[in-house]
C-alpha cells in the first residue's frame, strides 16, 4: 500500500461524531438553502480508497467517502502566508467490529507562494493521520511542505526538498475553534474550524548545500509558540453503498 493509502487503526472520527450531531439538531432555516448550496466547493470523490482497500471485515454499506476542503492560514517561521486555494483530504471511514476505521486516500494542494521570496510551499501528506476526538482536540496529521521555485515548475510529489520530511513531519494535534454545523443535507456537508497554535516546525530536509540558506529565508527550525495553522473546513461525505 503506498504511503497515501495507508490505514489508521483504532480511529474514532471527530467529523462523523459532529456530523451525526448536527444531524440531530437539523439544518439551518430552508430560506438560506440556495445560499448555502452556492458556497459548497465541488468535491471529487474519484481518490476514495476503493471497496477492495476497505479493512478486512469492513461493510461497504456502513462506510463512507469524505472529501475535506480546508483553507486557512500559515504562519511558520518566516512564513506567513493565506492559504487561498483549498487542500483536499480524501478518506474513508466506518467501523470493523464496532471500532472505528480510516483509510486515507489521497491529499492535494496548491503551492503557497512565501512573499519576500521565489520560493513555493506546497502541503503534502506526511504520512500520519487520527482525527480521534477526545473533546480537547479534534485529531492530528502530519504534514510537509515540498519546496519550490515561483518562477518555474512548482514542486512535483513526492519532492526531495521540504520543510518535513516522511521522517520528521509537521505535527499538527488540531483544534476547534468553530463548532462543526451541517451546511447541506443534499449533498450532505459538513463546516467547522480548527486551528494549531502550538506545533514546531523542522529545519528543511534533502535540499544539499541549500539547505542553510534556506532554513534563514524560512526562519526554520521554529519552536512552539511561533507557528500557528488555521483551517475553515467544509467536508463532503458520500456512502459506498
Known sequence: MTLNRRTVQRFTSAVAAALLAGLALGAAPAAHSAERTADLPESDFSACPAVDELPAGADPGT??????HA???LRMGAVDEPLTQPMEITFAEGRVDGAFRQ???????????????PLTLTP???????????GTRRG???IKFALGRAYRLPAMSPSPCSVGSDEDAVHLVLKDTVPTRVISKEPLVVAFGAQDVAFTAPRTSGCGPLGRALDRALGLPSTSGANAFTMEVMVA?????
Open 103 to 117: 483509510v486515507f486516500g489521497e491529499m492535494t494542494a496548491a503551492p503557497i507562494r512565501v512573499g519576500g521570496t
Open 140 to 142: 492530528e496529521f502530519d
Open 71 to 73: 483553507t486557512g492560514h
Open 63 to 68: 462506510w463512507r467517502c469524505e472529501v475535506m
Open 124 to 134: 503534502q501528506y506526511g504520512g500520519y493521520s487520527d482525527f480521534l476526538s477526545d
Open 237 to 241: 461525505v458520500r456512502p459506498y453503498l
